[in-house]
């Protein structure tokens, strides 16, 4: 038995008149497409919008318009095409000091002498995200080291996140940044720094209370 495939009138891939005499032409009469008959619940993967050829096409849409489509604005005869929408891919960091929706907060360093200060005081159970450190330490071989604890100037040490950095033997400047997270202290805990040496530290620590 042999059957043959049409489109209803002709056979598929037969050469058929297409136009009027004498400028008929010939062409194939149609072509064959396999098309994805995989049936979908369209509401499962979030779309509105389904053909009969791909069951999971989804469009967004700006409300109206599709986006990206060219629409017009404004009115005739002055309306012009522009693209309805932009999409943009926001910043999903869960790094308090890299997520510009989280506000930053600053407490200034003033040093003395040789001793161990507390920069940032505790806040209930919240924990402290050291952003950035910007200091000068002056006088004779002078140290800074970054501390957290809890009792009077992190009195009961609990943390000890850097050693004793010396940025020189007279004057020198120390800058601890990158954009994101330089130490998270214990939930309840204060930050403190230990200068040592005959030390001078002035500046400047960012961070994130919560």
Same mark, same amino acid.
């Given at each position: 038995?042999? @059957? #043959?495939?049409?489109?209803?009138?002709?056979?598929?891939?037969? +050469?058929?008149?297409?136009?009027?005499?004498?400028?008929?032409?010939?062409? +194939?009469?149609? !072509?064959?497409? @396999?098309?994805?008959?995989?049936? $979908? !619940?369209?509401?499962? =993967?979030?779309?509105?919008?389904?053909?009969?050829?791909?069951?999971?096409?989804?469009?967004? #849409?700006?409300?109206?318009?599709?986006?990206?489509?060219? =629409?017009?604005?404004?009115?005739?005869?002055?309306?012009?095409?522009?693209?309805?929408? !932009?999409?943009? @891919?926001?910043?999903?960091?869960?790094?308090?000091?890299?997520?510009?929706?989280?506000?930053? %907060?600053?407490?200034?360093?003033?040093?003395?002498?040789?001793?161990?200060?507390?920069? =940032?005081?505790?806040?209930?159970?919240?924990?402290?995200? =050291?952003?950035?450190?910007?200091?000068?330490?002056?006088?004779?071989?002078? #140290?800074?080291?970054?501390?957290?604890?809890?009792?009077?100037?992190?009195?009961?040490?609990?943390?000890?996140?850097?050693?004793?950095?010396?940025?020189?033997?007279?004057?020198?400047?120390?800058?601890?940044?990158?954009?994101?997270?330089?130490?998270?202290? %214990?939930?309840?805990?204060?930050?403190?720094?230990?200068?040592?040496?005959? $030390?001078?530290?002035?500046?400047?620590?960012?961070?994130?209370?919560?």
């Amino acid at each position: 038995m042999t @059957v #043959t495939p049409s489109d209803g009138t002709n056979p598929i891939g037969a +050469l058929v008149n297409y136009g009027s005499t004498p400028t008929a032409v010939k062409a +194939l009469s149609t !072509n064959t497409f @396999v098309t994805n008959t995989v049936a $979908a !619940n369209v509401t499962q =993967v979030g779309g509105s919008t389904q053909s009969a050829t791909n069951p999971l096409f989804v469009t967004p #849409t700006d409300g109206t318009n599709a986006i990206g489509a060219l =629409v017009n604005y404004g009115s005739t005869p002055t309306a012009v095409k522009a693209l309805s929408a !932009n999409v943009y @891919v926001t910043n999903l960091s869960t790094d308090p000091c890299q997520s510009p929706s989280v506000a930053k %907060s600053s407490a200034s360093v003033a040093i003395a002498s040789a001793s161990t200060v507390q920069i =940032v005081a505790l806040s209930g159970t919240k924990k402290i995200y =050291v952003c950035d450190v910007n200091v000068t330490a002056a006088g004779t071989a002078p #140290t800074v080291q970054l501390i957290s604890g809890t009792a009077s100037a992190c009195g009961t040490l609990d943390q000890t996140f850097t050693g004793a950095m010396e940025p020189s033997a007279t004057v020198g400047s120390l800058h601890l940044g990158y954009g994101g997270t330089l130490a998270t202290t %214990s939930a309840g805990d204060e930050l403190c720094i230990v200068a040592g040496g005959t $030390a001078s530290v002035q500046g400047l620590v960012t961070f994130v209370q919560q």
